[in-house]
């Protein structure tokens, strides 16, 4: 295991956490690793602004060493990235929350959708989100000029804006890239590297990975993609697992094709963590922060998609989100604050703040196992924390 710690002898570190509790964290970590569980991961931990540990083990689907400066696919947790996004421009004027996304977009209006409201889409209420994405699974599409935009166009509502929560898997993404190209002419991860990372000298983090980086790219491990999605074609590379291909990884998927580093993608958790301002620059306002981790959902509210209780905040999972595919506990700790927020991808990666602890952590692997561990791991980091 390959261990970065920046944690001086004594009780605690000018960053605060306890040095006997991150011994406890690698050692979680370190147990998570095999051939049953995450064959390989990074983990890293930012306290008040401070780098305090950075781990990385185990193995890529290749059989190549995980390593600290090496890149992993963050799959859903890309959604907190492309949220923090529309929240800067939010709080530019471009747009209001409540603003229906025809306004921006006036050929989305189509089958029904003219009431669709931003909010709706970034809290996964507006009813477009389809039980089956046949069809909308093909990927060629994506990159095509309109593709997108023409499918999303022709969709029809699922249920009645406002009426329950389902998780929009691919459709929250693309929303929101074709919106933030009518709005900059710049995609979301244009916008991400341009108005975020480079102002905090933040590297690797990419929705777009450019071809020069993908000898880094640890790949994931072998899932069954065809047996969960009947029908899908995968594209070259991609036989192992959907995310290794390069024609997936190239292309700005603000829904799922993210990737990075551990350590650099804590960082920019650290935006969250401060309230939407980080290192002297802010990026939203606090007021904004408020909005995006008030729950948009009741404590009892199961998503009709993803089946069990996920608490929503716009373009967040906030609160004490628990039971998350095979999760028992809440994942960002038991004693986590009720702002904490991030993301969860594929039950492989997670990503989350706790503004109250001016805490910032990133978990990232190269498989999901089938049931995570990762309330043992964010209750260990928040113990190391006290």
Same mark, same amino acid.
């Given at each position: 295991m390959?261990?970065?710690?920046?944690?001086?002898?004594?009780?605690?570190?000018?960053?605060?956490?306890?040095?006997?509790?991150?011994?406890?964290?690698?050692?979680?970590?370190?147990?998570?690793?095999?051939?049953?569980?995450?064959?390989?991961?990074?983990?890293?931990?930012?306290?008040?602004?401070? !780098?305090?540990?950075?781990?990385?083990?185990?193995?890529?689907?290749?059989?190549?060493?995980?390593?600290?400066?090496?890149l992993l696919g963050i799959l859903s947790t890309t959604k907190a990235l492309t949220s923090m996004v529309v929240h800067l421009l939010h709080d530019r004027g471009v747009f209001d929350y409540d603003d229906p996304v025809s306004r921006h977009w006036p050929e989305f209006a189509r089958?029904?959708?003219?009431?669709?409201?931003?909010?709706?889409?970034?809290?996964?209420?507006?009813?477009?989100?389809?039980?089956?994405?046949?069809?909308?699974l093909d990927w060629r599409k994506w990159p095509q000029p309109g593709g997108i935009e023409r499918l999303i166009e022709d969709m029809e509502l699922f249920?009645?804006?406002?009426?329950?929560?389902?998780y929009h898997a691919l459709t929250f993404g693309h929303v929101f890239d074709v919106l933030a190209r009518k709005w900059t002419?710049?995609? %979301?991860?244009? !916008?991400?590297?341009?108005? %975020?990372?480079?102002? !905090?000298?933040?590297?690797?983090?990419?929705?777009?990975?450019?071809?020069?980086?993908?000898?880094?790219?640890?790949?994931?491990?072998?899932?069954p993609w065809r047996a969960m999605t009947p029908g899908l074609e995968l594209p070259p590379g991609g036989e192992e697992h959907f995310f290794n291909s390069y024609e997936i990884l190239r292309q700005c998927l603000p829904w799922g094709n993210g990737v990075a580093r551990a350590r650099d993608l804590a960082r920019l958790m650290n935006v969250y963590a401060f309230e939407g301002s980080f290192a002297g620059r802010e990026f939203f306002s606090k007021e904004t922060f408020d909005l995006?981790?008030?729950?948009?959902?009741?404590?009892?509210?199961?998503?009709?998609? %993803?089946?069990?209780?996920?608490?929503?905040?716009?373009?967040?999972?906030?609160?004490?989100?628990?039971?998350v595919r095979g999760i028992s506990g809440p994942i960002f700790g038991a004693k986590a604050s009720p702002r904490a927020c991030g993301h969860m991808g594929g039950n492989s990666s997670l990503s989350w703040a706790d503004p109250d602890r001016r805490?910032?952590?990133?978990?990232?692997?190269?498989?999901?196992?089938?049931?995570?561990?990762?309330a043992e791991l964010a209750d260990a980091i928040l113990a190391a924390c006290d």
């Open positions: 390959q261990v970065l710690r920046n944690q001086p002898a004594g009780a605690h570190s000018v960053g605060g956490m306890n040095p006997k509790g991150l011994d406890a964290v690698a050692e979680i970590f370190a147990s998570l690793i095999g051939e049953t569980a995450h064959p390989g991961a990074q983990l890293s931990i930012f306290r008040n602004g401070e !780098l305090m540990v950075e781990l990385a083990a185990g193995k890529d689907g290749r059989g190549l060493p995980v390593r600290l400066d090496s089958n029904g959708k003219d009431r669709v409201t931003i909010r709706q889409i970034l809290s996964h209420r507006s009813g477009l989100s389809p039980d089956v994405y046949a069809g909308y249920w009645v804006p406002g009426e329950k929560n389902g002419g710049k995609n %979301i991860g244009e !916008l991400l590297r341009q108005e %975020i990372c480079n102002p !905090l000298g933040i590297k690797d983090v990419y929705i777009g990975l450019p071809e020069k980086e993908m000898p880094r790219f640890s790949r994931f491990s072998a899932v995006a981790v008030s729950p948009t959902n009741g404590p009892q509210e199961v998503d009709v998609r %993803i089946q069990t209780k996920v608490r929503w905040g716009l373009g967040l999972m906030v609160d004490h989100t628990e039971g805490l910032a952590v990133s978990f990232i692997s190269t498989r999901a196992p089938i049931e995570g561990r990762y």
